[in-house]
């Protein structure tokens, strides 16, 4: 029987990802870009079990959904495959996510699952090779692999398509201050909106556009240049949207809330704030702001009347292992 615990962060995306050209390899339809959030963390322990006859997942202490625990057997069974590996796995994942706040948990939690499950198998695997094991349990997850700040290429085969650092987490102090405007669970998910983003007319140009975007993106992180990211992150998410609105059948997360966050976020700025939105699929709005703006913003954000809760994260690390038995 062999251990090993990972904690990996959750991640926010600067340029988005959204579509396949592969929907069973994850395949990104283009690459994309984000930052980690420190304090947002899954922590997960594999223990590879000889005498299991299946997989087993305990999620924040409690047996799993069924849907979680096919999930997570689906992706070790790709692991298995991939690096040869046999027996069955026992899977406990805690999320230190605020509980139901809408805050998406397969980044962090199919990174902090890939990693441990291959070194609790006793294999030391490059960085590029966990992100592309990470992809193939959710896309996302891949970016929450390397540290800090992250571009996701876009390839047509299983290797092309890795993930690597472009800063490190202390390169520049970002905070995401993300408004909570609803804690429901969303009506689709990621996985299943990936599958129509090509049912919009609209997604072959913002594929086209996508490459463009990460390239000015990366310069914007690389030169701390604050007005040149809000431009680009919120194009990005605006463009996205779009295509989630224009696919049949239609996709809309934004609720009367976010676009108050949002409209708010653009004067803000025009104040002089260094802060931008961008949103995922669901109504959250992320503020991305300098850290020194960040407490005004948090306060501005906290007083409105639409918003539940607000949670900070700065720029986080990349996945780790914390304990190996
Ligand atoms: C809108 O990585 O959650 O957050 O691969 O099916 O797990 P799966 O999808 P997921 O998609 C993330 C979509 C997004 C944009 C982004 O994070 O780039």
Same mark, same amino acid.
């Given at each position: 029987?062999?251990?090993?615990?990972?904690?990996? +962060?959750?991640?926010?995306?600067?340029?988005?990802?959204?579509?396949? @050209?592969?929907?069973? @390899?994850?395949?990104?339809?283009?690459?994309?870009?984000?930052?980690?959030?420190?304090?947002?963390?899954?922590?997960?322990?594999?223990?590879?079990?000889?005498?299991? =006859?299946?997989?087993? %997942?305990?999620?924040?202490?409690?047996?799993?959904?069924?849907?979680? $625990?096919?999930?997570?057997?689906?992706?070790?069974?790709?692991?298995?495959?991939?690096?040869?590996?046999?027996?069955?796995?026992?899977?406990?994942?805690?999320?230190?996510?605020?509980?139901?706040?809408?805050?998406?948990?397969?980044?962090?939690?199919?990174? !902090?699952?890939?990693?441990?499950?291959?070194?609790? /198998?006793?294999?030391?695997?490059?960085?590029?090779? %966990?992100?592309?094991?990470?992809?193939?349990?959710?896309?996302?997850?891949?970016?929450?692999?390397?540290?800090?700040?992250?571009? &996701?290429?876009?390839?047509?085969?299983?290797?092309?398509?890795? #993930?690597?650092?472009?800063?490190?987490?202390?390169? &520049?102090?970002?905070?995401?201050?993300?408004?909570?405007?609803?804690?429901?669970?969303?009506?689709?998910?990621?996985?299943?909106?990936? +599958?129509?983003?090509?049912?919009?007319?609209?997604?072959? /140009? *913002?594929? =086209?556009?996508?490459?463009? *975007?990460?390239? /000015?993106?990366?310069? #914007?992180?690389?030169?701390?240049?604050? /007005?040149?990211?809000?431009?680009?992150?919120?194009?990005?998410?605006?463009?996205?949207?779009?295509?989630?609105?224009?696919?049949?059948?239609?996709?809309?997360?934004?609720?009367?809330?976010? @676009?108050?966050?949002?409209?708010?976020? *653009?004067? &803000?700025? #025009? =104040?002089?704030?260094?802060?931008?939105?961008?949103?995922? #699929?669901?109504?959250?709005?992320?503020?991305?702001? !300098?850290?020194?703006?960040?407490?005004?913003?948090?306060?501005?954000?906290?007083?409105?009347?639409?918003?539940?809760?607000?949670?900070?994260?700065?720029?986080?690390?990349?996945?780790?292992?914390?304990? $190996?038995?």
């Amino acid at each position: 029987m062999r251990a090993a615990t990972a904690r990996a +962060h959750s991640n926010i995306a600067f340029i988005k990802y959204w579509g396949n @050209l592969d929907d069973s @390899l994850r395949l990104p339809a283009n690459p994309s870009l984000s930052m980690n959030l420190d304090g947002l963390y899954t922590e997960t322990t594999v223990t590879w079990d000889e005498a299991l =006859e299946s997989d087993t %997942l305990l999620l924040n202490g409690q047996t799993a959904p069924d849907a979680a $625990r096919q999930r997570v057997a689906h992706h070790l069974d790709a692991l298995r495959h991939r690096l040869d590996l046999s027996g069955y796995a026992r899977v406990e994942s805690i999320n230190n996510f605020p509980m139901g706040a809408g805050i998406a948990s397969s980044a962090s939690a199919f990174a !902090a699952l890939t990693v441990a499950a291959v070194v609790a /198998a006793g294999l030391e695997l490059p960085e590029r090779d %966990l992100t592309t094991l990470a992809r193939l349990g959710s896309g996302s997850a891949s970016r929450s692999v390397p540290d800090g700040f992250v571009i &996701w290429h876009a390839a047509n085969t299983h290797d092309g398509a890795f #993930a690597q650092s472009i800063a490190p987490a202390d390169y &520049w102090n970002l905070v995401d201050v993300i408004a909570i405007v609803s804690d429901q669970h969303k009506a689709v998910g990621s996985t299943q909106g990936h +599958h129509s983003a090509t049912t919009s007319d609209l997604q072959v /140009a *913002r594929v =086209e556009g996508a490459p463009a *975007r990460v390239v /000015a993106c990366q310069e #914007a992180v690389l030169n701390r240049d604050f /007005a040149a990211l809000a431009a680009v992150v919120e194009h990005d998410s605006n463009l996205m949207h779009a295509v989630m609105m224009t696919s049949r059948p239609q996709l809309f997360y934004w609720q009367p809330a976010s @676009l108050a966050v949002m409209d708010l976020v *653009r004067q &803000w700025r #025009a =104040e002089g704030l260094r802060v931008c939105y961008t949103l995922d #699929a669901g109504p959250n709005v992320h503020c991305i702001c !300098a850290a020194e703006d960040a407490p005004v913003i948090a306060g501005r954000l906290d007083a409105l009347d639409g918003v539940r809760q607000v949670l900070q994260a700065g720029p986080g690390a990349g996945a780790r292992v914390i304990r $190996r038995e």
